[in-house]
């Protein structure tokens, strides 16, 4: 069975740092393109960030540019991301997804995110 | 950017249609996702017009220049949910439609 599986969410202050992290199964882990996608309460979805099926490429959104980092683990089948000087903002739940393709956007085109955690919830509250 | 009309409402057994417009949609593949209350976010279109395996056939997707339609045909209670576009932007990557919200009335 197919499944990814976030956790390491929870509250944490402004300023402060987070590690969530996402066991994948069911699926060869490491010959898919990955993302993390963040949806705040009441809102849409927001990319956070992708990183390629080996790891070579990453590339991070504009609202979290240098302060988050996303990484992966083909040996133990993980994706991490590490949310550095956490705002109010970032507060969302955190969904990983993994990309039809091994390197997604490379050639210009997205063919779509087909497999979805069922999240894991991070509060910046003071 | 993708632009998403927030709502569309239907009557069990007819068709609704959601709309994504972009500058630059003509060139891109375009992907649907539907997220249910309460639920993660499911593929169910890619390429425009391709389903994946498990999402029932009523679901049908096109692209006209640069808006992108998913269509429902004999819209059920049970498609009530959000729907997004997403795409692939040259800056910022992935890029999310703001949503639909589908009520089924």
């Known amino acids: 069975q197919v499944q990814l599986v976030e956790s390491g969410g929870g509250v944490g202050q402004p300023g402060t740092s987070l590690t969530i992290s996402c066991a994948a199964s069911?699926?060869?882990?490491?010959?898919?393109?990955m993302h993390w996608v963040r949806q705040s309460p009441g809102k849409g979805l927001e990319w956070v960030a992708l990183?390629?099926?080996?790891?070579?490429?990453?590339k991070e959104g504009k609202s979290v540019e240098g302060r988050f980092t996303i990484s992966r683990d083909n040996s133990k089948n993980t994706l991490f991301l590490q949310m550095n000087s956490l705002r109010g903002e970032d507060t969302a739940v955190y969904y990983c997804a993994r990309d039809r393709a091994a390197a997604p956007g490379a050639n210009g085109h997205s063919y779509g995110l087909d497999v979805w955690g069922q999240g894991t919830t991070v509060t910046v509250s003071s | 950017e993708l632009a998403q009309s927030p709502s569309v409402a239907v009557s069990p057994g007819q068709t609704a249609t959601i709309i994504c417009s972009g500058d630059k949609l003509g060139d891109q593949s375009v992907s649907w996702y539907q997220q249910r209350a309460g639920h993660s976010p499911l593929l169910v279109m890619y390429q425009h017009n391709r389903r994946p395996s498990g999402v029932p056939e009523r679901f049908s997707g096109s692209r006209s220049g640069n808006t992108a339609t998913l269509t429902i045909s004999g819209t059920q209670p049970l498609d009530e949910a959000d729907y997004f576009c997403?795409?692939?932007?040259?800056?910022?990557?992935?890029?999310f439609g703001g949503g639909t919200k589908l009520t089924v009335l």
């Open positions: 997403q795409a692939w932007d040259s800056i910022n990557a992935v890029v």
């Open positions: 990183i390629w099926s080996d790891g070579s490429k990453k």
């Open positions: 069911g699926f060869t882990f490491s010959t898919y393109g």
